[in-house]
């Protein structure tokens, strides 16, 4: 079945250093999704992407997808203590899909 | 108004008690589900349900039932909890079946003792 491959596992940086976390399928995606969650919080949608070498930002984060539609990763630049938590991406297969990578969590030290 | 509310937020229950976690949302959508949350973080589907109807049932021990009265309600029933069943739940919407967008509600920490 289709999987998406997440890495790294756990990213622990410097506050104002540079973050990327970085999702692989096996499979061409339909659209890929990136969620946040807080520690002690549930998963909240942060932006999709369907096309193929999209790029997208919002404020301090870059999202992008490959041109062949099978990876993506999410930068944020000069981290902050509030990016803290978990980023998951969630790929689209052409008949839907709802598997999730397996996080990236993010801890920023002050 | 909270637009995923799911029911209780902490649950702690002995081994073999029979258990039901509610699940509502406000945001007129047709989709539902349900995800299971290890101690890894690692997020698995379990169910899916379109207007009323699954559409998606991973493989998850039958002791887990969902249930469905309406599209702005999906419960979880679980007979027989054991220990491995402890995680975070968490109840899920989107507008439609196919690549939407997720609205998760706070979830609800199952302990098994």
């Known amino acids: 079945g289709q999987q998406v491959m997440q890495i790294p596992q756990y990213q622990h940086v410097q506050e104002g250093e540079d973050f990327t976390t970085y999702c692989n399928s096996s499979t061409t995606l339909s659209n890929i999704q990136w969620y946040k969650q807080r520690p002690g919080g549930h998963p909240v949608f942060l932006i999709q992407l369907v096309k193929s070498g999209e790029v997208k930002k919002q404020k301090r984060l870059t999202f992008q997808f490959g041109e062949a539609k099978k990876n993506s990763s999410l930068h944020i630049t000069a981290t902050q203590t509030t990016d803290v938590g978990t980023y998951f991406c969630k790929g689209g297969g052409s008949q839907g899909n709802l598997i999730f990578g397996k996080g990236t969590k993010l801890s920023v030290k002050p | ?113």
């Not at chain 2, 047709?30 to 973080?41: A, E, G, I, L, V």
């Open chain 2, 1 to 113: 108004d909270t637009a995923v509310s799911q029911t209780p937020k902490y649950l702690v229950t002995q081994m073999g008690n029979d258990k039901s976690i509610k699940c509502e949302q406000n945001l007129g959508h047709d989709t539902m589900y349900w995800y299971k949350q290890d101690s890894k973080k690692f997020l698995k589907i379990m169910f899916s349900y379109n207007n009323k109807e699954l559409i998606i049932n991973e493989t998850v021990p039958n002791r887990f039932s969902p249930k469905s009265p309406d599209k702005a309600h999906l419960n979880l029933h679980i007979n027989s909890l054991e220990l491995g069943d402890s995680a975070v739940y968490f109840c899920a919407s989107s507008p439609g079946a196919t690549n939407e967008k997720l609205f998760f509600g706070s979830g609800t920490q199952l302990s098994v003792l």
